[in-house]
């Protein structure tokens, strides 16, 4: 089976602080990765080093290219903390963030992916915090990725909330999306993932299935 991503060796010091040490870790192309740890573990680093926005030692290789060099069109993000302008609509928003791409999806067609199609034209800050995440997460989805890369999809939200976009997610990983998710929900690795990974101070200590 291809690799979608692949990390060998990856280091990152802050200073004194070592954030990741030594990391190998490869995703199989449709494979749906879910990243543990306690907080300070090293995950969002990771997530970070994955896709380009911070710079490690070792290797990375993101769909056989470095995740600097890799076609944006490739790989959809959703980081931890992710605040659009809360004064537009969620079609507003898709929309704005599909015009930052050469093409992207249809708006209407995101929007009933991430079960938003009743809200499309209600405010980001009127919508609940499990509506505001599925708006992030169409967002992520706009340049319909191969590759997405999720760092906490569900803090902070409702049961039911979080059921809903697992579902969202889980039909995503089905249509062949690769995925790696980081989370501290168990129910959540356990419900999503192929396959769990336990970072403990910026060493992968377990790979296997849930
Ligand atoms: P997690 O996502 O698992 O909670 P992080 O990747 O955020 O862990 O952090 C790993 C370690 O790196 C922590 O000790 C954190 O304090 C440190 N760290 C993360 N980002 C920075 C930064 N920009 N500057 C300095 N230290 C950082």
Request: net charge negative; charged share 20%; aromatic share 4%.
């Amino acid at each position: 089976m291809d690799e979608a991503v692949v990390a060998a060796d990856v280091t990152k010091r802050y200073g004194e602080t070592v954030a990741l040490d030594g990391v190998d870790l490869s995703v199989a192309d449709g494979e749906v990765f879910g990243l543990i740890g306690p907080n300070g573990a090293g995950k969002t680093t990771l997530v970070r080093a994955l896709t380009g926005t911070t710079a490690v030692d070792g290797e990375i290789a993101v769909e056989g290219n470095a995740p600097t060099a890799v076609d944006p069109d490739r790989i959809g993000l959703l980081p931890q903390s992710f605040s659009p302008p809360a004064r537009l609509t969620a079609r507003e928003l898709i929309d704005y963030y599909g015009g930052l791409y050469e093409t992207a999806r249809e708006t209407d067609e995101i929007l009933s992916t991430v079960g938003l199609a009743e809200d499309a034209d209600s405010y980001y800050e009127t919508l609940s915090g499990g509506q505001q995440r599925r708006v992030c997460v169409g967002i992520a989805l706009v340049n319909d990725p191969e590759v997405l890369f999720l760092d906490e999809p569900t803090t902070g939200i409702d049961p039911a909330g979080r059921r809903s976009l697992w579902s969202v997610l889980e039909t995503l990983a089905d249509g062949g999306t690769t995925i790696l998710l980081t989370s501290h929900s168990m129910a959540e690795v356990q419900r999503l993932s192929d396959r769990v990974g336990l970072l403990q101070a910026g060493r992968l200590v377990a790979v296997g299935t849930p």
